[in-house]
């Protein structure tokens, strides 16, 4: 299966496996096993959306935005529960303007799901760590 690393975005291609013990990329050499949200742009989100064979969720966010800022903590810890399974990244509506206006997002936050390079679901509102395990669990 394709996936990418979080380190270097580079396109991966790893065995499908139902647990991984490790997983490196091929290019970078760092794990891919790190579950921290990527930082998604105007110049590698539809390579990003377009690669990767596992589920994709967008957090569409912005610093100012106070439910945005509560929700970070909770998409951090369930990101870190679901490696290789699902990608969780993040767009800062601030600094990569243009990609809300593509998806329609009127208010933040804002996720968004992605299966196969298409949006499956969409959610707004800020979510807690229960909320998003089982919103996410749905689409696995």
């Known amino acids: 299966m394709r996936v990418?690393?979080?380190h270097c975005i580079s396109i991966n291609n790893i065995p499908l496996q139902e647990s991984y013990k490790t997983a490196n990329c091929e290019k970078c050499g760092k794990s891919l096993l790190d579950t921290r949200?990527?930082?998604?742009?105007?110049n590698n989100f539809d390579e990003v959306i377009s690669n990767s064979d596992i589920l994709v969720?967008?957090?569409?966010w912005a610093p100012w935005c106070n439910p945005c800022e509560t929700m970070s903590p909770s998409f951090e810890k369930s990101a870190a529960k679901f490696p290789l399974k699902i990608l969780f990244t993040k767009?800062?509506?601030e600094s990569q303007q243009g990609l809300d206006t593509k998806f329609a997002?009127?208010?933040?936050?804002?996720?968004i799901i992605f299966k196969d390079a298409k949006e499956v679901y969409?959610?707004?509102g800020a979510l807690d760590e229960n909320s998003l395990d089982?919103?996410?669990s749905?689409?696995?």
């Open 4 to 6: 990418i690393c979080p």
């Open 37 to 42: 949200p990527i930082e998604l742009t105007t």
């Open 57 to 60: 969720i967008v957090n569409f």
């Open 91 to 93: 767009i800062n509506t």
């Open 105 to 111: 997002v009127k208010s933040i936050p804002t996720l």
């Open 122 to 124: 969409r959610v707004v």
């Open 134 to 136: 089982s919103l996410v």
């Open 138 to 140: 749905q689409f696995m």
